[in-house]
């Protein structure tokens, strides 16, 4: 088994909440599941933006080229 990320362990609550909620027999019940559903993979989108963030943001300074500061395109 591979390490699990925070995205993938809040989409798997999620998927838990929405199991529960199909078997829940009375109507606040299914709905107190299906907030708690909502919550996970709202928590799972995030996680996964911020962590696609992380790892745009070092590659986007390393990609940055150096200009020359009299000329505003860096060419002569």
Avoid: I
């Avoid at 919550?39 to 020359?68: I, K, N, W």
């Amino acid at each position: 088994m591979g390490v699990v990320t925070t995205a993938q362990y809040h989409r798997d609550r999620a998927a838990q909440f929405r199991r529960h909620a199909e078997h829940a027999r009375l109507a606040e019940t299914r709905e107190m599941y299906l907030r708690l559903a909502s919550a996970e993979a709202a928590m799972a989108e995030l996680a996964e933006r911020r962590h696609r963030s992380e790892m745009v943001a070092p590659g986007q300074l390393a990609l940055q080229v150096p200009q020359d500061p009299k000329k505003p395109n860096g060419e002569g």
